[in-house]
């Protein structure tokens, strides 16, 4: 386990998700009723060097990003959802870094129901 996998899970929270289902039918995808779940994420509001990194304007500082360490349970997709601080967050980018740091993040924005 590297050092960030290592420092993220003291940080760590059991937080709701919505899982955005849906299936592949012949060539067309088929969405189905969303799927209530949970998963431990360790949630980090984003840096501005966050915001460097990532496309401008696509994130702001009021962004979240949740990391997910490899190993503690199936990941999320783009378009999920989690409930953090009573609000639902939508993930829209997926940095993968299980092979050489043992974690997922998640950059997610905030949506509005």
Do not use: H
């Amino acid at each position: 386990m590297t050092n960030v996998a290592q420092s993220i899970r003291r940080l760590i929270k059991t937080l709701p998700v919505k899982l955005n289902g849906g299936e592949w039918q012949g060539s067309e995808y088929v969405k189905s009723a969303a799927l209530d779940a949970t998963r431990n994420l360790a949630p980090i509001p984003l840096a501005a060097s966050d915001l460097k990194a990532l496309d401008a304007g696509e994130f702001t500082i009021q962004d979240v990003k949740f990391y997910q360490i490899v190993g503690a349970g199936p990941g999320l997709r783009e378009k999920d959802l989690i409930l953090y601080q009573s609000v639902w967050r939508e993930v829209r980018r997926i940095n993968d870094r299980s092979d050489d740091g043992g974690y997922i993040q998640y950059f997610t924005k905030r949506v509005t129901e």
